[in-house]
Structure formats: C-alpha cells, structure tokens
C-alpha cells in the first residue's frame, strides 16, 4: 500500500537498505528451538510427566516465551497436571507445585542464573543447551523439580523462509544491505551470517536513536552503488550521488529511522505507529515483496517518461500539421484515438 505518490521517484533511486530484525527478517513470533531432557534417577520422572507439569506453569502466564512454549506443548498434544501456590519473578521465572505421580513436587522454571541459585550444578546435557543457546543468541529457561534442574528449553525467533533469497537478490541488484537490532551481539551476528550481511554492516543493542543515527550517517555518505551502465563515465558519476536509504521496519522502535529514511516500508504484520511513519505497507509477509516494490516503481516510472515523451512527440508533430490544415479531422480524430489506445496499452505493460 503506497502512502505517497511521491515515493515512487525515489524508490528508483534506493542503493542502500536497512533491516531491523525483529518481525522484518525473522518470523516475529517465538518458538521453541531446541527442548533438552537430561533424565535423573532420583526423580524417577519421564519426558511426558514433565511436559504436563510444564504445561500446567506455562499456561498459566502470558510472558511470550511461557505463550512459545505452551503452544509447543499444545502441539506435542502434552496433558496438564495439577499445580497450586503459582508464583512469579519478574526477569526470573515462574515457579508452582505440581502433582506428579502422586506427590507435590516444587516445579521451577526461569534463567539460568534464578534457576541455579535453588538448584544443584546443572547436569552436561543442561550446560551444553545453555550454550548452543547464548552461541544462537536465543533465551534458555531451565526447568527443576525439587531442586535438580532437569530440562532446558531454548525458544528464539526464527529467520523469514525467503530472508537469505531477498538479500542475496538485493546484492545482486548492486544494493548495499545493513542490519540493526536491539538484540544482543550473537543474535545479530548469526541472523546475519544467514541471510548474508556482512559483519562489518551489523549493529546490535541498538536503541530507537541509535537507528535514526546509522540512517542520517549513510544519508552522509558517497554510493558504491554498482549499476550496469554503458560505460564507465556514466558509472563514475552515478557513484558520486549520496546514499539513498530505505528502512524497513515492523516495531514502534523503528517509527524514527523509518520517518528519517529516503524511503521505508514497514511490514504488513507490524505496528500501527510503524505502519502510520511508513512510506510503503507491504500487505504480503514477505521480503520479496519489499523487492517487487522497487521493481514496480522503477517499472512505472520508465512507463510515465515513456508516455510523457510519445505525447510530446505525438502533439508536436501532430498539431502543425493539423493547424496546417493538412489532416482530415476524421483521420485527426483516429489518431488522437490511436494515441490514446497506445497510452493505455503501454501503462498496462506494468502488470505484466
């Protein structure tokens, strides 16, 4: 959905796109990656009892990794069992007592850190999650029952299905790609090895000024944009040209960067205020729609010059000749008719 007629000029002009993250290159939702059960003999506890008392704490919260991983326990068709004394710790855990096999049995689920510090050292398999975790840059909560930490789940964001495609697409097309997060280093590091940005063009822990600050200092700066001229005069002067940047961004936290951009798009399934500071909506939940858009307003707008200039050749031949007296108005009037159908059928070459 275009929101300004006037992005239509510049889009043909974009050689620089910056991604937020969240929701633009990644699906937006959290999900559960990886869950890990170390077994302990003492607890004498199986996979499905602990998803069901999992289950029964999780349900229960509407933080967004408990709703991650309800949903995957949903799925994996896990019961609930009964659990009482519900207890919640901001940036801890939850925790509760669950009726497994008979006995109340003290459930806690949090980090790492709360978790240990009402646990004994946590088995291999728990260390080793802990770590595939923080190297993926997603959240890892750790689940004990009386007091021996006995799963780990790690939940995270997962990566647009055609992200990789879109940028490689992007780069094939000469455009330079940055990625800006608020997340932590590692997350931003491996979501940008996945779809191909380079390091040196990856920013995390980034605030909503931050942003503003990275789209204003590429606004600054000289284009590498390579495009394919006839020779290399014009490639030289093209190369002078500022930066022109597009923003695409879902979150309110990209409603600044995407009002001080060239041109941004916010994602469909985004925010009302990102929708709102947007130039471009894009309807479609994916990437390759961002490209579609800069290939429609390049399409249309060779498509008005090339009916603006058939019109002014079109009446600058056509009118002296007719002021001549020199045409039949009959014939007159099936060229103008014949010009028009022209316009027309041209402007309907866009769809294609």
Request: glycine share 6%; hydrophobic share 45%; aromatic share 4%.
């Amino acid at each position: 959905m275009l929101r300004k007629t006037g992005s239509l000029e510049i889009a043909s002009t974009i050689n620089t796109v910056v991604f937020d993250k969240t929701g633009t290159l990644t699906q937006g939702e959290m999900k559960v990656i990886d869950f890990t059960f170390s077994e302990n003999r003492a607890l004498s506890l199986n996979l499905s009892d602990l998803r069901s008392a999992v289950h029964a704490i999780e349900s229960e919260s509407t933080h967004p990794i408990a709703k991650a991983i309800t949903r995957y326990l949903i799925a994996h068709d896990s019961g609930k069992l009964p659990a009482t004394d519900f207890d919640s710790t901001t940036g801890a855990g939850v925790a509760a007592r669950v009726r497994i096999n008979g006995k109340e049995l003290p459930v806690i689920i949090g980090t790492p850190d709360s978790v240990l510090r009402a646990t004994l050292a946590f088995p291999n398999e728990i260390t080793q999650a802990i770590s595939r975790a923080h190297t993926r840059g997603n959240t890892i909560s750790i689940v004990a029952v009386d007091g021996i930490a006995i799963a780990a789940i790690e939940v995270g964001d997962t990566m647009k299905p055609d992200a990789r495609d879109a940028v490689t697409a992007l780069h094939a097309a000469g455009i330079e790609t940055w990625l800006i997060t608020g997340d932590h280093e590692s997350a931003a590091i491996e979501l940008a090895n996945a779809v191909g940005i380079p390091r040196e063009r990856t920013i995390s822990d980034a605030r909503p000024e931050n942003k503003v600050e990275l789209i204003k200092k590429l606004q600054s700066e000289k284009s590498s944009h390579i495009t394919k001229q006839k020779n290399s005069a014009q490639h030289n002067k093209n190369a002078q040209h500022n930066k022109r940047v597009l923003m695409i961004g879902d979150g309110i936290n990209d409603a600044a960067a995407l009002v001080a951009a060239d041109l941004s798009m916010a994602m469909g399934t985004g925010t009302d205020t990102a929708i709102s500071s947007a130039d471009i909506t894009l309807m479609r939940p994916t990437l390759y729609a961002a490209l579609d858009a800069l290939k429609l307003s390049t399409k249309t707008l060779r498509t008005i010059k090339g009916n603006l200039l058939w019109a002014f050749l079109y009446n600058a031949i056509g009118i002296p000749i007719a002021a001549l007296g020199l045409l039949d108005p009959m014939y007159a009037g099936a060229a103008m008719a014949g010009s028009s159908l022209f316009v027309v059928l041209n402007s309907l070459r866009i769809k294609i």
